[in-house]
Every structure is written in structure tokens, then in C-alpha cells.
């Protein structure tokens, strides 16, 4: 798992609280959680498609994957991945 990645998207998430403590923090469902709102998803995947100069596919926000911080970070992994060359 990339750090860089996880640094961003936990500094991101946690502009809205912090994470409990008692909580695994790659299987925490940020959005169910409320931490990110219907409404503040768009600009979080605007802020991350900035950042890593990647696209989110709606097929990506609609994996169960997207809404928590380990699925999220590994979706940002793939499309990185897509982005390089062969």
C-alpha cells in the first residue's frame, strides 16, 4: 500500500474529524460514516483525480471498495497503474 497515497486521503477524510481510535483505519467506511457527504464526495474525487492525475470512473464511486480508506487507496493504485505505459 502506497504511503503517500494514504496520507492523502486520510489528511482529506480527516479534515471532517478524527477516525476512532478502536477502528481499523484501511476498513473504515469513511463515507457511511458520515465524514464524507453525498455532496462533498464530488469534490473529494475532484481533489484526488488532481492530485494523482487520475480519473474516477462512476463504475469506481459505485464499488462498495470506494467507501472505505483501504479500497479507496487501492483504487487510486489501479488507475495509476492504468495511467502508465506497458
Not at 488532481?50 to 470512473?57: D, H
Request: aromatic content about 8%; hydrophobic content about 45%; overall charge negative.
Amino acid at each position: 500500500m502506497n504511503d503517500a497515497i494514504l496520507t492523502f486521503v486520510l489528511r482529506r477524510i480527516q479534515k471532517n474529524g478524527a477516525i476512532p481510535e478502536a477502528v481499523s483505519i484501511l476498513d473504515f467506511d469513511y463515507r457511511g460514516a458520515g465524514f464524507v457527504d453525498s455532496i462533498g464526495i464530488m469534490k473529494f474525487v475532484l481533489d484526488i483525480e488532481a492530485e494523482f492525475g487520475i480519473e474516477i470512473s462512476d463504475a469506481d464511486m459505485e464499488d462498495r471498495a470506494f467507501s472505505t480508506v483501504g479500497g479507496l487507496v487501492s483504487i487510486i493504485e489501479r488507475r495509476l497503474q492504468q495511467r502508465r505505459p506497458g
